[in-house]
């Protein structure tokens, strides 16, 4: 199962290693990212392979929260289906 992860927030150091640290001690694969910082503002978009993971999307959405509050940033996870219905034109 593929999920997507996003992170928005004030840019600060530490943000992207924090984030695929924690997804890599889950068991999670980074298939895919980007990052762009616009006028401070940070913003990155993950495609994760939740295959092999260690903990279900639920676990891995509030494991993703927690650590959105503690950084200062705002972190979501989709499964891919989700999202790509979401964001079809």
Do not use: P, Y
């Amino acid at each position: 199962m593929r999920a997507i992860v996003t992170v928005i927030g004030k840019d600060k150091s530490g943000i992207i290693a924090k984030v695929s640290t924690l997804l890599a001690e889950k068991n999670v694969n980074i298939e895919d990212i980007s990052q762009t910082i616009v006028q401070g503002n940070f913003t990155m978009l993950m495609l994760c392979d939740l295959s092999d993971a260690t903990l279900n999307l639920k676990e891995i959405k509030q494991e993703l929260s927690i650590l959105g509050e503690k950084i200062g940033v705002s972190i979501h996870v989709q499964h891919e289906d989700v999202f790509n219905v979401m964001h079809k034109i």
